[in-house]
């Protein structure tokens, strides 16, 4: 479009000599055309490049920055004082991922070609982890943050991209901690309906001058240091989501920010008194023993692998590169292996094909083993050509525990066995751990002590996600964010669904043991 633009200019300039130049006039405009042409063409290539550099050169040091500094964070022997320093540094990984995905990521939602994850998106637990992201803003300005959820029975819940949803509500929001006046507050008013919509404001109003560039590219006159992005690549995502954001504000209400996204696509409110979270089957612990193959050529992501992988009833085996990985799957006896994609020698694409070589030499007798690609690309060719080679499932570095135990169970989800005896020998003792901390937690919140109720939710959420209890995790991990926040109230919403949780795994350990 930008050629067209420039080509119809150069027209205008060069046609008046047309006429006394005949041919001339014409050649020149389809030179200086060809020129312009070239120049894009140029541009876009070394952008493209740029893109491909910031998506996979620098996710993946970063991704190892992140999870080494998550690994450390949830070690039970941690001591207290350090945990601060750790998830700095894991909220400085973030940051530094945010700013290389950015140009790439805004180039394509600019270019309409960016390929959207949709789904149903929690937008609660979506503000939790921004609020966990941004607490060391809102405790510097001693703000409370307020997050009030209203018409809904359940979950609030919005059809979009969850990566995009978290990446607009974080800009929006650490806007508005920003712009709030010191010990003010910050609310995060999330309202149901069709779109459903949330705002969020402060009491700072936007200066004149900025007022109608707000969501400008490169919009900025009062951030040092700022690159005008934020509010421009929150209303991109938003609009790339099929919704909506505009603004608000004046010296006498301050500033409101309204984003409205299209409602859940498919799911029913739960009724007052059902459980908030789905309910979990012992059929559904991730408790059978697993052999897994760990194939990546970079020893720092072994490690935090690794770690990840270390279920009591796994047992894991490594290998630096393609030849090593086939060697050791054609002597074991291995029914899962995690594979990088970009090594040296070689790819991870060429291992899978192989591996599914080596077992259609084996014939029937042998068990077809789950092949998961471990990759920081994430662009769904990758993705395509991962499954046209064989592999069964994709996870996108940096990715979480819970996020890793999903895959390898959801793969496996055809041959799930009863709760393992071992995991249900321990069960009695971990049920009454877990709810004494539970009411230590209640205590705490019901005191006004953030601090410890951060602590414990901390704790628990560390000890669920061991066990593979994702939902009683998550649940944990909102109250955490939420008390790391100073929001108290929000965090005492949470509580009541910790309890169901919690009674849902006592009911299910206690049918699990009588039906063995």
Not at 2 to 23: E, F, H, I, K
Not at 99 to 111: C, G, R, S, Y
Not at 325 to 347: H, S
């Amino acid at each position: 479009m930008l050629t067209v633009w420039s080509t119809l200019r150069a027209a205008v300039v060069v046609m008046p000599y047309v006429r006394q130049t005949g041919w001339f006039g014409v050649v020149a405009i389809a030179v200086i055309a060809l020129v312009l042409v070239a120049r894009e063409w140029r541009h876009r290539r070394r952008q493209a490049h740029l893109t491909r550099l910031s998506s996979h050169d620098l996710r993946t040091p970063l991704a190892s920055i992140i999870s080494l500094a998550r690994i450390v964070r949830e070690d039970p022997a941690l001591p207290f004082e350090l945990e601060g320093s750790l998830k700095l540094i894991e909220q400085a990984g973030y940051r530094a991922l945010n700013i290389a995905n950015l140009t790439h990521d805004l180039f394509k939602m600019e270019q309409k070609t960016y390929p959207l994850n949709v789904t149903n998106v929690s937008i609660r637990v979506v503000i939790s982890r921004v609020l966990a992201e941004l607490q060391a803003h809102v405790r510097t300005r001693e703000l409370t943050v307020a997050v009030p959820c209203e018409g809904f029975s359940g979950q609030p819940v919005v059809f979009g991209d969850e990566l995009l949803s978290h990446s607009m509500l974080s800009n929006l929001v650490k806007n508005a901690i920003e712009a709030s006046p010191f010990g003010g507050t910050v609310t995060i008013r999330v309202l149901n309906g069709n779109p459903v919509r949330i705002s969020i404001h402060n009491a700072g109003a936007v200066s004149q001058g900025l007022r109608t560039q707000f969501f400008k590219k490169h919009a900025t006159v009062t951030k040092t240091g700022g690159t005008g992005l934020g509010a421009y690549a929150a209303r991109l995502m938003a609009e790339t989501q099929g919704g909506s954001v505009w603004l608000e504000t004046d010296e006498q209400t301050g500033t409101t920010v309204t984003i409205e996204l299209p409602p859940a696509a498919g799911t029913r409110e739960a009724p007052a008194g059902e459980a908030k979270l789905p309910m979990m089957d012992a059929s559904e612990f991730p408790t059978r023993a697993r052999s897994i193959l760990l194939v990546d050529d970079d020893p720092i992501v072994r490690v935090i692998t690794r770690r990840f992988l270390s279920h009591p009833l796994w047992t894991v085996d490594e290998a630096e590169n393609g030849p090593l990985a086939l060697r050791k799957f054609a002597e074991g006896a291995f029914d899962t292996v995690f594979v990088d994609i970009e090594m040296p020698v070689m790819n991870g694409i060429e291992v899978v094909r192989r591996i599914r070589a080596l077992e259609a030499e084996r014939g029937g007798g042998g068990r077809r083993a789950a092949v998961l690609v471990f990759s920081s690309h994430e662009h769904p060719e990758y993705k395509q050509r991962a499954h046209d080679a064989g592999c069964d499932g994709y996870v996108v570095k940096p990715a979480t525990y819970q996020k890793i135990l999903e895959a390898v169970d959801g793969i496996h989800s055809a041959d799930t066995e009863p709760l393992d005896p071992d995991i249900r020998e321990l069960m009695p003792s971990f049920l009454e751990a877990k709810e004494r901390e539970l009411h230590e937690l209640d205590e705490a919140l019901a005191s006004g002590a953030a601090d410890p109720a951060r602590a414990v939710s901390h704790r628990m959420r560390g000890s669920f996600s061991l066990y593979g209890f994702g939902d009683a995790a998550a649940v944990c991990a909102e109250i955490e964010a939420f008390a790391a926040a100073n929001s108290l109230a929000s965090a005492r919403e949470r509580l009541p669904i910790l309890y169901e949780q919690f009674r849902l795994l006592q009911a299910r350990f206690a049918d699990s043991s009588q039906a063995n």
